[in-house]
Nanobody, 130 residues
Framework: QVQLVESGGGLVQAGGSLRLSCVVS????????MGWFRQAPGKEREFVAA????????YYADSVKGRFTISRDNAKNTLDLQINSLKPEDTAVYYC???????????????????????WGQGTQVTVSS
């Protein structure tokens, strides 16, 4: 069993920055793959970024490359998302998620599929004003 709690969202002007955090509790050693997703009103849940247990080779959606940085600290059981150069289109509820079944040889293209993540947080709202 894994529990995830996000924090760090808020209202910020375009061009600003935010740092989102996700605290992991329970069977933390089962979080082989973790990711951030977001969902805007009226839209489907969208992949943002993902990272493996080792922290190596993070994977990003094209829309956030160069602006977002995903990281994890396994000693502190946290997953973070540093967001820079915010745009109005970044406005959404941001969710962290964990996949306990991902293996070492899972193609990175599969990291962005929300259906493979069985654990989800409640989300934190990010609103960017122009």
């Amino acid at each position: 069993q894994v529990q995830l709690v996000e924090s760090g969202g808020g209202l910020v002007q375009a061009g600003g920055s935010l740092r989102l955090s996700c605290v992991v509790s329970g069977r933390t050693f089962s979080t082989n793959l973790m990711g951030w997703f977001r969902q805007a009103p009226g839209k489907e849940r969208e992949f943002v970024a993902a990272i493996r247990w080792s922290g190596g080779n993070p994977y990003y959606a094209d829309s956030v490359k160069g602006r977002f940085t995903i990281s994890r600290d396994n000693a502190k059981n946290t997953l973070d998302l540093q967001i820079n150069s915010l745009k109005p289109e970044d406005t959404a509820v941001y969710y962290c998620a964990a996949d306990s079944h991902a293996s070492w040889d899972l193609p990175r293209a599969g990291w962005g599929l929300p259906g493979r993540y069985e654990y989800w947080g409640q989300g934190t709202q990010v609103t960017v004003s122009s």
